[in-house]
Nanobody, 115 residues
Framework: QVQLVESGGGLVQAGGSLRLSCAAS????????LSWYRQAPMKQREWVAT???????NYADSVKGRFTISRDYAKNTVFLQMNSLKPEDTANYYC?????????WGQGTQVTVSS
């Protein structure tokens, strides 16, 4: 079992920055992949970024060059640094972890970008 708790969301003006955090506990040592997803109202959840255990990162085209995923292995925490935020980035952001072949999700943190 893995527990994920996100934090760091909030209201920011367009062009601003936020840093999301996701703290993992439980069987966090077995996590192979950590990702961020987001879901805007009336839209499907979409993938944002992924970091593997080896440190390889991938990003959705919509956030490439603006968002950065990183991980503090000692604190079992993954971050999403979001710069140059746009109103279309407004969504509930979820942390996702794969451990033992199973996906785990956090409860989400709301990000609202005003124009």
């Amino acid at each position: 079992q893995v527990q994920l708790v996100e934090s760091g969301g909030g209201l920011v003006q367009a062009g601003g920055s936020l840093r999301l955090s996701c703290a993992a506990s439980g069987s966090s040592a077995s996590i192979s992949v950590l990702s961020w997803y987001r879901q805007a109202p009336m839209k499907q959840r979409e993938w944002v970024a992924t970091m593997t255990r080896s440190g390889t990162t991938n990003y959705a085209d919509s956030v490439k060059g603006r968002f950065t995923i990183s991980r503090d292995y000692a604190k079992n925490t993954v971050f999403l640094q979001m710069n140059s935020l746009k109103p279309e980035d407004t969504a509930n952001y979820y942390c996702n972890a794969f451990s033992g072949g199973y996906p785990y999700w956090g409860q989400g943190t709301q990000v609202t970008v005003s124009s």
